[in-house]
């Protein structure tokens, strides 16, 4: 009787260890980080240029200019 007590703690101890061990999880490095923060940059100036393009199409570029009379650019 005693040692299938024993036992019993001895597996709800490997367990809970187990169970310990996988609920932990590693911080990224520094080379993780980087290369995230470098796919976040590049997709924020892709949606930049996007939006610089669309206004310069919007742009008139056949009118007038808006430099005023007599002065050229």
């Not at 490997?14 to 590693?26: E, I, S, T």
């Amino acid at each position: 009787m005693r040692r299938l007590r024993r036992e019993r703690i001895a597996l709800l101890a490997v367990v809970a260890g187990a169970a310990c061990l996988g609920g932990c999880h590693r911080e990224p490095t520094f080379d993780e980080r980087y290369s995230e923060a470098q796919q976040s940059i590049g997709k924020t100036a892709k949606e930049i240029d996007t939006q610089i393009d669309a206004g310069m199409r919007a742009v008139p570029t056949d009118g007038p200019s808006a430099a005023p009379s007599g002065e050229e650019l």
